[in-house]
């Protein structure tokens, strides 16, 4: 149950942070006229540092094996982003490997976050 209750707790900071951070994105784009590649870096930094936030979260609350804890983390905050961008297009999107993306971000990302809790 301590495991379930410090888990959720690290994805609920890491989707706040991501919300405060893409909300920022979406000022600097209206004001600085960012290009899409440019948005794209951005974003895929976001699902990294959030990600990282989680992952450092659960390895300080759980002590042991914080690199699991941390991948953990990482590939749940990405299945909950799936499931909503899903739910929201009724599709995962056609590039896989923008997908495969970020997921490969989300995982090492919570994974380091873990490693150095």
């Known amino acids: 149950m301590r495991t379930l209750k410090i888990l959720t707790r690290s994805l609920f900071l890491s989707y706040f942070l991501s919300a405060l951070l ?7 784009l209206f004001r600085l006229r960012l290009s899409p590649a440019q948005v794209s870096w951005a974003v895929y930094g976001v699902y990294g540092g959030s990600c990282f936030l989680g992952g450092l979260l659960a390895g300080k609350g759980l002590r042991s ?18 499931l909503m961008s899903f ?11 923008r997908l495969t993306a970020v997921l490969g ?9 873990g490693m150095l809790s």
Do not use: H, P, V
Request: aromatic share 14%; with cysteine; proline share 0%.
């Open 22 to 28: 893409l909300a920022a994105l979406a000022f600097a």
């Open 87 to 97: 739910l929201m297009n009724r599709e995962l999107g056609s590039d896989t490997g």
């Open 105 to 113: 971000i989300c995982a090492a990302a919570g994974t380091l976050g």
């Open 65 to 82: 094996r914080k690199f699991f804890w941390g991948l953990l983390s990482g590939i749940l905050y990405f299945l909950l982003l799936a």
